[in-house]
């Protein structure tokens, strides 16, 4: 079992990592009915917490069925932080969780994100504001340093486990690399055989396959993982990993009706949470990763990022399920 304050989980458990634009209630709730053990909302910023900016206000909506659950925050001004922790806590998520990590311009040139990186007593003050000022949790994602010449992930390990974080997840690469390039393992391995390290340590970066998991699970010794690029469009790879960590077998790949179903569930719940024209509109960027690789498919897809009713998606998506129900999926 892996303790983060008083949340338990279970023993290597997977978590899904806060994306931005993705990890809404409807994807969310996706991941968690395929076998996510914890998860966290998109990251939020700080500054648009305390201007009340509707779009921050409404990535605070979290739900019962969720938990538990870590709601991120970012931004680069202890007064910031600390007030919105204060704001993050009246909707009583499991967890408050700190974004170093985001490595888009817009974010680091405000001195935020991974932009903290650079500065360890900064990121060593903002952490602590927010610690101050809520009783939650607080966990942070990071990367492993600004550049492959500034690794400093060791230091960043110690100093924020010292101020009280209580776990720590590290994306394996350097803001400069952005998401290119090969995640580096190791020096999360060497952070987490720190004798001084005792809060759970997790990884994150380039898991998109049950056998990669299972080796890096063996191989890194961490407390567990965080997977975000390969559930999109893909939620199954929770349960996926689960079962080959368990009996050293695959399952069969989600059926063309399993991914109608998902894409169905997503659709629906997009549009009960954000009304059904922006429900409609914003789960068009998802329709591609559901359908990825079936031959003489263009023509749906079409019509799934086109229509504007609901009526007319679901008769879309029965209408896949006729056509290419005998699609063999080969196995992720």
């Keep these: 079992m892996v303790k983060i304050g008083n949340i338990e989980l ?23 009915l395929h076998g996510a053990d914890m998860m966290y909302s998109e990251f939020i910023s700080s500054e648009g917490l305390i201007r009340d900016a509707m779009k921050s206000r409404q990535k605070l909506d979290i739900f019962d069925y969720e938990r538990p659950i870590g709601i991120q925050i970012f931004g680069g001004d202890e007064e910031a932080m600390a007030l919105s922790a204060k704001i993050v806590e009246t909707v009583r998520p499991d967890i408050v969780d700190i974004n170093y990590g985001c490595p888009v311009k817009k974010v680091v040139c405000k001195g935020a994100g991974a932009g903290v990186l650079k500065d360890v007593d900064l990121m060593v003050r903002l952490t602590k504001a927010v610690i101050k000022s809520t009783h939650l949790p607080v966990t942070v994602k990071t990367r492993l340093g600004w550049d492959e010449d500034s690794i400093n992930i060791d230091e960043v390990a110690e100093r924020l486990q010292d101020i009280g974080v209580q776990a720590l997840t590290v994306h394996a690469r350097t803001r400069a690399q952005m998401y290119k390039g090969h995640s580096d393992w190791t020096h999360i391995e060497r952070v987490k055989n720190n004798p001084r390290i005792t809060m759970p340590i997790f990884g994150n970066g380039d898991i998109d396959s049950p056998e990669k998991a299972l080796e890096y699970k063996n191989r890194f010794g961490l407390d567990g993982m965080m997977i975000g690029r390969a559930a999109i469009g893909y939620p199954w790879i929770f349960n996926e990993i689960k079962h080959y960590f368990k009996t050293g077998e695959k399952l069969a790949p989600p059926t063309m009706e399993d991914r109608v179903e998902a894409a169905r569930n997503h659709l629906t719940w997009s549009m009960d949470w954000k009304g059904e024209h922006i429900g409609i509109v914003e789960m068009r960027r998802h329709y591609t990763n559901y359908f990825k690789g079936i031959p003489g498919f263009k023509e749906y897809k079409q019509r799934l990022v086109t229509t504007n009713d609901a009526d007319g998606l679901y008769k879309t998506l029965e209408e896949i399920t006729e056509v290419f129900g005998s699609f063999q999926f080969v196995q992720q």
Excluded at 17 to 32: G, I, N
């Design 10 to 32: 279970p023993d290597f458990p997977l978590l899904l990592a806060p994306m931005e634009d993705v990890s809404d209630p409807p994807f969310r709730r996706l991941c968690k």
